[in-house]
C-alpha cells in the first residue's frame, strides 16, 4: 500500500508539472483539475500513474479534463 505523503507529493508534483505546461498558477490549475475531477483520478490511479512521466500525465490529465467538459 502506498502512504499518503507518497500520494500528496506526486499530486502536488503533478499540479506543478500541469501549471507550468499550460502557462497557469499552480492555484489555477489546482482548480481546474479539481473541478474537472482530475485530482480524484490521480488519488486514485497513483499506484499506475506514478509509474509514468509526468508529461504522459499531464497530457492525459489534460485529456480527461476536456472529456468531461473542461476547454484547456
Known amino acids: 500500500m502506498f502512504s499518503i505523503k507518497d500520494i500528496s ?4 508534483a503533478l499540479i506543478a508539472a500541469f501549471a ?13 483539475l479539481n ?3 482530475a485530482i480524484k483520478v490521480a488519488h ?15 497530457q492525459s490529465m489534460a485529456s480527461y479534463c476536456r ?6
Do not use: C, P, W
Open 67 to 72: 472529456r468531461k467538459g473542461g476547454n484547456l
Open 20 to 32: 507550468s505546461h499550460y502557462s497557469m498558477t499552480e492555484v489555477e490549475a489546482y482548480r481546474y
Open 35 to 37: 473541478h474537472y475531477g
Open 9 to 12: 507529493e506526486y499530486i502536488v
Open 44 to 58: 486514485d490511479f497513483y499506484d499506475v500513474m506514478h509509474t509514468q512521466s509526468f508529461d504522459d500525465m499531464v
